[in-house]
């Protein structure tokens, strides 16, 4: 079984600009979630969905950051713009909807300058 | 209220030793406790999990200790050996979302 999939695996921007990641989730799995997990912390959860519905944004940065997931597959995160306090690793995950497990990707490790 | 409190910070352990990580929480609500291992560059695994309902759980080497009094749960390592070395993440789980909320990690460094 292929694992939660991310791109792309590093990025480095100035700040202002904008940049995007991508996720595709174990395959059949209703439940996304999007984490930030900054340097010697636990991931904090920024958005969760359940197919392509949000179940829970309250963390995101609305201002600047945004994510979606269409057909209820692959999901994009994005910030525009940037700021250096974004500098971290941005994790997806994905579960089975009713079940707490959850499967982490690689990350995509961000660097703002 | 939905923190989770993880310590130490950092460990040391000789190979054979035990590793011992602790967490707190104050959330009664959370009913599932995993512990998750991430090696550099690569995403949390999910490593072994307990419900509230027993007191111990162990998988191998791996063992959690639950005191849902004391509201704290620990992960034991025995007989650490150096490919255990990694950041240990507890973690607790609430609500219909099943969300989890992470503490803030144990990087264990088990010497050859």
Known sequence: EAGVAQSPRYKIIEKRQSVAFWCNPISGHATLYWYQQILGQGPKLLIQFQNNGVVDDSQLPKDRFSAERLKGVDSTLKIQPAKLEDSAVYLCASGQGAAYEQYFGPGTRLTVT | ?112
């Open chain 2, 1 to 112: 209220q939905q923190q989770v409190k993880q310590s130490p910070q950092s460990l040391i352990v000789q190979k054979g030793g035990i590793s011992i990580i602790n967490c707190a929480y104050e959330n009664t609500a959370f009913d599932y406790f995993p512990w998750y291992q991430q090696f550099p560059g690569k995403g949390p695994a999910l490593l072994i999990a307990i419900r509230p309902d027993v007191s111990e759980k162990k998988e191998g080497r791996f063992t959690i200790s639950f005191n849902k009094s004391a509201k704290q749960f620990s992960l034991h390592i025995m007989d650490s050996q150096p490919g255990d070395s990694a950041t240990y993440f507890c973690a607790a789980g609430a609500g219909s979302a099943r969300q989890l909320t992470f503490g803030s990690g144990t990087q264990l460094t088990v010497l050859p």
